[in-house]
């Protein structure tokens, strides 16, 4: 019935230094069908470094990937990523978490078990590993976030004119090369944050061949208002599907 099946991320095991303990992790990934790579990730020399950080790989690398590219969740130190989100927002989420998704809260307030200085740590690992590629060349992307939501009906449109290619008429999945798996579907909608929606839809999924906010059109990236209206189309969507 889904095209995302529930991956059991093999107990990522988060131990180590920060002893949090052990998270199961169920996340929502496509198991099969993937497509090595659709989209139009620039090519090019990758000059980003991994993420060699101890803490890093005892606390994030389990659903960040080892690298820093990507596994479960997405990857921390792409370039786009990393462009929009300033170190307050990497600590921020670190610190609380995203309730109501696999993102745990690390400080020790929130039930987590790292202090202010060793969050601190991990954010400048990510920085540092991740900008040797330089910054976005001759564009600026959308904002992180918006103080206004997007508008559904708009955003109906808006997944018409960028999405619908590669994610099928309707959200429920496409057809051909450049294929996208249903991202209407209820068990992935309710275990993502509209804000991850908005980052994927700036920056992509560059270890799963998602384009970036440049990538969907040839003729014209999108705006910051077209893409918080295809995130509020998106999430109009929960609870709608099955
Ligand atoms: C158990 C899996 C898991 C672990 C461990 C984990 N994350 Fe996450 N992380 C997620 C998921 C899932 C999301 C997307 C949540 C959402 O829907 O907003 C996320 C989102 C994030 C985001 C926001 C990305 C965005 O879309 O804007 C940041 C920053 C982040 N994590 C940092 C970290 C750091 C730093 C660590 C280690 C200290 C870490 N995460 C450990 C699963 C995890
Ligand atoms: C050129 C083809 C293409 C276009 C255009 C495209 N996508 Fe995707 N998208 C992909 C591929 C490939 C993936 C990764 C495989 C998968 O999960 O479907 C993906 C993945 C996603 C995911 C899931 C990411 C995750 O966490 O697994 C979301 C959400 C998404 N796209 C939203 C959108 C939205 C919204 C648009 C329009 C603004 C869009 N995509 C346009 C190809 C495309």
Known sequence: MTKYAALILAAAVIAGMSGVGMYVVSALRRTADRPASAGSPKAGHDVRRDVSDTLYQANCAGCHGADGKGGAARGLIDTVFLDIADDATLRRITTSGVPGTAMPAFAIPAGGALTDQQIDTIVRSIRTAGTSAGAVPDSTPPPYSTP?????????EAFATFCARCHG????????????SSIVDASYLALVSDQSLRTTVIAGRPDLGAPDWRGNLPTRPMSSDEVSDVVAWLAAQRGMTR
């Open 148 to 156: 206004t939501a997007g508008d559904p009906k708009r955003g109906s």
């Open 169 to 180: 008429a309707d959200g429920r999945g496409g057809q051909g090369v450049q294929r996208g």
